[in-house]
């Protein structure tokens, strides 16, 4: 069975571990539009629903939480987001895990850790993903987190 790794924000990215061992990061998709005389960018839901029907797939969806520090709205897309992303997934049919940043972070040795930490080990572990850019860090958490769901089941196998 595949694995897929989900970092839910417009900034993130799915990661998908297929059984022969390879792999694939896809940035979320995303459309842009305008609304009250501003851009504003939305989920692209069909371009994500259509990448991942085919799967036969383990889905581990980190979960996150509003923070005292953001901003109402930036705490309202984000669980917009997760929102987004299980309904995806239970349309699919497809089994959910829920993951918390510190056990994906613990895992991979990161806590307390700036999110430029994260891009570098998943380098380290990923030499084949396009990471090499800065704003690549939905991507390298969405690998972090595909490969923590991996280790999981093979503990459970």
């Not at 969806?61 to 897309?77: D, I, M």
């Not at 990161?110 to 990923?126: H, I, S, V």
Request: glycine share 10%; hydrophobic share 45%.
């Amino acid at each position: 069975m595949s694995v897929i790794g989900i970092d839910p924000g417009l900034e993130g990215a799915f990661a998908i571990f297929v059984e022969d061992g390879t792999y694939c990061v896809v940035d979320t998709p995303t459309i842009t539009f305008e609304k009250h005389g501003k851009t504003r960018r939305a989920y692209e839901v069909t371009r994500i629903a259509d990448a991942l029907r085919a799967l036969r797939a383990e889905v581990f969806l980190e979960l996150v939480n509003a923070q005292p520090k953001n901003a109402t709205r930036a705490a309202f897309l984000m669980g917009r987001g997760v929102g987004m992303w299980e309904g995806i997934i239970g349309t699919l049919g497809l089994p959910l895990h829920y993951v918390a940043p510190q056990s994906w972070k613990r895992h991979h040795r990161l806590l307390g850790t700036d999110k430029q930490a994260a891009r570098l080990k998943a380098q380290q572990l990923f030499p084949a993903a396009d990471l090499r850019r800065k704003k690549d860090v939905g991507r390298a958490d969405a690998l972090l987190i595909a490969d923590y769901g991996r280790h999981l089941l093979r503990g459970a196998a």
